[in-house]
């Protein structure tokens, strides 16, 4: 069943600008796999965009946004051997995500060269 839906959209100069900075945006919203996946690709600041407009979009499919006891960087966006994206928690937040009782999450991000978005829906 169908628990909560969520979508965002950012700029990604705006992602670009944060993270150019060198001020730890990066390593605080992006977990290392992610922040490895990113700057591998040949516009980086797309991905980055859209795993920044996803862990936005979950924070809204639950209903309160962000929660005490999780961190973004404890969201991870992750492919399988398709490309199709999905979530993945970690840490404390993972712990968190668990006593929620979700059973599957739903994501779809895009991107083009001035903006990223992604959707969210959460299944219970």
């Known amino acids: 069943m169908i628990a909560g839906l969520g979508i965002d959209i950012i700029e990604v100069e705006r ?3 944060k993270i150019s900075k060198e001020n730890g945006f ?7 796999n992610e922040i490895s996946y990113c700057e591998s690709r040949t ?3 797309e991905h980055y ?6 862990k936005e979009a979950f924070f809204k499919a639950i209903g309160t ?3 005490k006891d999780t961190a973004f960087n404890e ?6 051997e ?9 840490g404390a937040t993972k712990a968190t995500t668990d006593a ?19 959707v969210v829906i959460i299944e219970k």
């Not at 990066?26 to 290392?32: G, H, M, N, Q, T």
């Not at 199709?84 to 970690?90: A, D, E, Q, R, V």
């Not at 929620?100 to 992604?118: E, F, P, R, W, Y």
């Open 15 to 17: 992602v670009a600008e």
């Open 26 to 32: 990066r390593e605080l919203v992006f977990s290392e």
């Open 43 to 45: 516009n980086k600041f």
């Open 49 to 54: 965009a859209a795993r920044f407009a996803a």
């Open 65 to 67: 946004g962000w929660l």
């Open 75 to 80: 969201i991870e966006i992750i492919h399988n």
């Open 82 to 90: 398709y490309g199709k994206p999905g979530i993945s928690f970690l």
């Open 100 to 118: 929620m009782g979700i059973t599957n999450l739903l994501v779809s991000l895009t991107h083009i060269k001035t903006a990223a978005s992604a």
